[in-house]
């Protein structure tokens, strides 16, 4: 648990959050007084009900919103990959990757060598000339992990990446990004609603509810993880229990 | 057995296979509506046998020459006209874009200026261009600007389709792309040039075809200026438009007809030629 958490000696530590509101003009609350460290090269999940406030943290760690109140400490490059893509329509799949790889200043060349990685280290190179629409959901999602990863994201954020596929798509989805943290041993913060899916990913697991951090629980089991194993099981009740505790 | 009339009509046109569908989007296919089943089995093969009958009156009435045209024949006369119309309407649709972008960009990106801006757009554009016309007369034909008053009139008439499909294709963009934008740290210039302009073609395509509607719709009032001037002072602007209410007022059939079917086949060239392949260009810019 968080309890006792020091904040002033991080030195492994990649985002800090402390004592971090949020407060909307349209509804009272976003976030509150949220306390929260994650180490460098952790895979972390955060779950919660609808409409907890999991979206505002990661929007916050985004840099897309700012805290109400509170201090945020998080490196220069965090990218992200949003539920739907949210690819250029007008793009070939490898310009859209290009899009995100032009953050980082180089030059042309640099850019295209870190395009052209990312669409090998997603395995979509095949898939080069191609425009969003021609593809399916799980390939479009793909591109969307390539050009978050084109910009080399020292953290990597995932909202809710899975929720539109279908679940052959996501089992293949699941081994890839797993494949991918094991190999980069980036720090990836996943946003679900998924119980099994983050026991699946994810090395800690954190439960939010009414806008606060309810839970933070460690995953031990080992990589790659079988869904139909017993201790994945045991973990996925574990979870469960604590996630329905006081609901 | 009875069958409505509107039913043999959807199953005459049905192929066994099942509905028929047209696409401008690859991949993609929209239903014909009945609607469009009426105008193809009616109307435009009506509409079409009635332009060859009014067009070879005309060609055997006037094989090479018409009243009040002179020497140099009615293809040459008209080309003329109807090249002189377009350049007109060209050069307004040119000034329309130029001053459109920069407003519908202001109301987009500005939240005051959308709050007092959209309010004055829409109240000009409910404005008849008639209704702006005595000012144009004041402003420039007293000063012999001809051209410019035409100009005028059709920029008027062109400017807030253009405008409001504008504004709607800027605020097209949705959030994740907007975010997408922040996160990936695109300047506002190149978020203007490589999100919010590409994400503006379906619309601004759209706009322009809307905005040529009405230009070719006030043309005749355009160029007809002799109507709105003092009778010491009449003239008209060599055009389609001033044909059509000369040819109308000295009772010259022959030639009004013509040039009616010189505007609708140029009309139909144009929408053949640039807003078909335009249309069909800008589905790739869409977002599902």
């Known amino acids: 648990m968080l309890n006792g958490l020091n904040l002033t000696n991080m030195t492994n530590e990649i985002i800090y959050l402390k004592k971090v509101w949020k407060r909307y003009d349209d509804i009272d609350t976003g976030l509150i007084d949220i306390d929260l460290a994650i180490t460098k090269g952790d895979f972390v999940a955060v779950i919660g009900p609808s409409g907890c406030g999991k979206s505002s943290l990661l929007k916050i760690i985004a840099g897309l919103e700012a805290p109400t109140e509170g201090i945020v400490k998080k490196p220069e490059r965090v990218s992200l990959v949003f539920q739907n893509g949210a690819l250029l329509p007008w793009l070939t799949v490898k310009e859209n990757v290009m899009f995100g790889a032009r953050s980082i200043l180089g030059t042309e060349a640099d850019i295209e060598e870190r395009t052209m990685h990312a669409l090998s280290e997603i395995s979509i190179m095949d898939l080069s000339n191609k425009l969003p629409r021609e593809l399916s959901g799980g390939q479009r999602q793909r591109i969307g992990i390539a050009r978050a990863l084109a910009c080399n994201p020292e953290v990597l954020l995932l909202d809710e990446p899975f929720s539109a596929l279908d679940p052959k798509t996501t089992e293949t989805m699941h081994r890839d990004i797993s494949t991918l943290w094991e190999k980069t041993g980036a720090t990836i913060i996943m946003v679900t609603h998924l119980i099994e899916e983050a026991v699946a990913l994810a090395n800690r697991i954190i439960i939010m509810k009414d806008f606060k951090i309810a839970g933070d629980y460690s995953i031990t089991l080992s990589h790659p993880r079988r869904e139909d194993g017993a201790s994945f099981g045991q973990e996925v009740r574990r979870i469960h229990k604590e996630f329905f505790a006081d609901m | ?288």
């Open chain 2, 1 to 288: 057995m009875s069958l409505s009339f509107a039913s043999i009509l959807i199953r005459m046109k049905l192929p066994q296979g099942g509905m028929r569908h047209y696409t401008h989007r690859e991949g993609q296919s929209y239903p014909i509506t009945l609607s469009q089943r009426l105008y193809t089995t009616f109307l435009a093969p009506f509409f079409i046998i009635a332009l060859l009958i009014i067009l070879s009156n005309s060609i055997s009435l006037f094989p090479s020459s018409i009243a009040g045209v002179g020497d140099q024949g009615i293809f040459n006369y008209l080309g003329a006209a109807i090249l002189a119309t377009f350049m007109r309407m060209f050069v307004a649709y040119v000034l329309a874009v130029i001053v459109a972008f920069p407003l519908a960009l202001l109301v987009v990106r500005v939240s005051w200026a959308e709050r007092l801006l959209l309010p004055i757009f829409d109240i000009a554009q409910s404005i008849p261009v008639l209704a702006f016309f005595p000012m144009v007369i004041i402003a420039f034909t007293n000063r012999g600007l001809w051209d410019e008053a035409a100009i005028v009139v059709i920029f008027l008439a062109m400017i807030w389709n253009i405008v409001f499909n504008l504004v709607s294709g800027f605020k097209s963009v949705p959030r994740d792309i907007e975010w997408a934008a922040i996160v990936f740290k695109l300047s506002s210039w190149r978020f203007f040039t490589e999100v919010l302009l590409p994400a503006s073609v379906p619309s601004f395509v759209i706009g322009s075809l809307l905005a040529w509607a009405q230009g070719w719709n006030i043309i005749i009032v355009a160029e007809a200026l002799h109507l709105y001037l003092p009778k010491s002072n009449p003239h008209d602007l060599f055009g389609i438009g001033s044909i059509l209410v000369s040819a109308s007022a000295t009772g010259n059939g022959a030639l009004f007809i013509s040039a009616i079917i010189t505007m609708i086949l140029t009309i139909a060239i144009i929408d053949f030629l640039v807003w078909q392949k335009l249309l069909h260009y800008a589905e790739r810019f869409k977002f599902d």
